[in-house]
């Protein structure tokens, strides 16, 4: 079964630090890639998206993500992370173009001060 | 906001009763889908709607049911409720074929006791 793997249920980083979270998902053709970010009692909005073209995406609020074929990688990163990136963010994907979005397990991003 | 509506906000009901959860798409959009957010699975995808008729089925109880009205709202009817029922269900909605991004609402919170 078609399956998205996100490295890390939970990942801190510091304030103005780097943020960096993995994306991977298994399939030989290249499907239809998705960030989406959830704040606490709230539904999923989209950050950023990858259907063809550029592979190099960027999204809202200074995220961007990198599609690599040959890894089968999506990974989220924003330079500087603020506190206001503290949230739930998932890794989607649409297999074949087939409409049905899998999900990876999510990452709660923690920024300290 | 993403104009995506669902209601009620919160649904609180014993085992063996049933409920429905009601979703008011985008403007415009033809695609209504249904998710289940627990603990246990995760995000999972329920059913897809394309204006009126049912196009795709993912991993959907047969006590569950849904339906799109000619007006494109849509209903998930759950029936026969379980504690594992307990969950976030979302609603999403898109006017595009696939690939292309889903608009989520803010969610049901069912709590079965």
């Known amino acids: 079964a078609q399956s998205v793997t996100q490295l890390g249920s939970h990942v801190s980083v510091s304030e103005g630090a780097l943020v960096l979270l993995r994306c991977n998902y298994s399939?030989?053709?290249?499907?239809?890639l998705f960030w989406y970010v959830q704040y606490p009692n709230q539904g999923l909005q989209l950050l950023l998206k990858?259907?063809?073209?550029?592979?190099l995406v960027k999204g809202i609020n200074g995220f961007e993500a990198e599609f690599k074929k040959s890894e089968t990688s999506f990974h989220l990163t924003k330079p500087s992370a603020h506190m206001s990136d503290a949230a739930e963010y998932f890794c989607?994907?649409?297999?074949?173009?087939?409409?049905?979005?899998?999900f990876g397990t999510g990452t709660r991003l923690t920024i300290i001060p | 906001d993403s104009g995506v509506t669902q209601t009620p906000k919160h649904l609180i009901t014993a085992t063996g009763q049933r409920v429905t959860l009601r979703c008011s798409p985008r403007?415009?959009?033809?695609?209504v889908y249904w998710y289940q957010q627990s603990l246990d699975q995760g995000l999972q995808f329920l059913i897809q709607?394309?204006?009126?008729?049912?196009?795709a089925k993912g991993n959907i109880l047969e006590r569950f049911s849904a339906q799109q009205f000619p007006d494109l709202h849509s209903e998930l009817n759950l029936s026969s409720l379980e504690l594992g029922d307990s969950a976030l269900y979302f609603c999403?909605?898109?006017?595009?074929?696939?690939?292309?991004?889903?608009?989520f609402g803010p969610g049901t919170r069912l709590t079965v006791l």
């Open positions: 999403a909605s898109s006017n595009r074929p696939s690939g292309y991004e889903q608009f």
């Open positions: 399939s030989s053709v290249p499907p239809y």
């Open positions: 990858y259907t063809t073209g550029a592979t």
């Open positions: 989607a994907v649409d297999y074949f173009g087939n409409e049905k979005l899998t």
């Open positions: 403007s415009g959009d033809l695609s």
């Open positions: 709607y394309y204006n009126g008729e049912e196009r």
